[in-house]
T-cell receptor
């Protein structure tokens, strides 16, 4: 699995957009970018995933650069409940590459 | 609301005792993952099943850990004998499909303390 690099922590003001970066320079053509988050004491929660196009759902937007070497997760209007550790994961499909390997993530602290 | 169910939620035991953690995946899901989380190591993948067959258990200490899926509605993770270093939160997750692209659903975890 390709490795990812994320900043260990970030702050964001409540109501503002939170932009969480992720570098995955060794990603291969059939690997997807996934984002999960883990709120304290809970299991990880899926947010969004993409291959090469930008994606948006009710929780967030995912912007993937054209060369696919980095991506940004955008929470458009962060709330206090968005305080969590956010994990960027590169995941292949099929067989053993289907497994989800978590790194250390980014601790996002949303400030009132 | 479909969810992954894990039992027990909390377990305190003494070193040397056998511990069994159970996971009920979401109905219709055919992939099951076991993870362990500690402050020092973060989230570690222990084992991974698809259609009840183990695909990868390379992250699991083989001498004391075992993972099985006796049927499609139950996955178990057993530690025998348990040691203090096994203290952690153990998460189970399930998903759908072969080579599926999509989300994994995580349970709320089983917090194990080995004294």
């Amino acid at each position: 699995d390709a490795k990812t690099t994320q900043p260990p922590s970030m702050d964001c003001a409540e109501g503002r957009a939170a932009n969480l970066p992720c570098n995955h320079s060794t990603i291969s053509g059939n690997e997807y970018v996934y984002w999960y988050r883990q709120i304290h004491s809970q299991g990880p929660q899926y947010i969004i995933h993409g291959l090469k196009n930008n994606e948006t759902n009710e929780m967030a937007s995912l912007i993937i650069t054209e060369d696919r070497k980095s991506s940004t997760l955008i929470l458009p209007h962060a709330t206090l409940r968005d305080t969590a550790v956010y994990y960027c994961i590169v995941r292949g499909i099929g067989g053993a590459t289907n497994k989800l390997i978590f790194g250390t993530g980014t601790l996002l602290a949303v400030q009132p | 609301d479909a969810r992954v169910t894990q039992t027990p939620r909390h377990k305190v035991t003494e070193m040397g005792q056998e511990v069994t953690m159970r996971c009920q995946p979401i109905l219709g899901h055919n992939t099951v993952f076991w993870y362990r989380q500690t402050m020092m190591q973060g989230l570690e993948l222990l084992a991974y099943f698809r259609n009840r067959a183990p695909l990868d258990d390379s992250g699991m200490p083989k001498d004391r850990f075992s993972a099985e899926m006796p049927d499609a509605t139950l996955a178990t993770l057993k530690i025998q004998p348990s040691e203090p270093r096994d203290s952690a939160v153990y998460f189970c997750a399930s998903g759908r499909g072969q080579g599926a692209v999509g989300e994994l659903f995580f349970g709320e975890g089983s917090r194990l303390t080995v004294l």
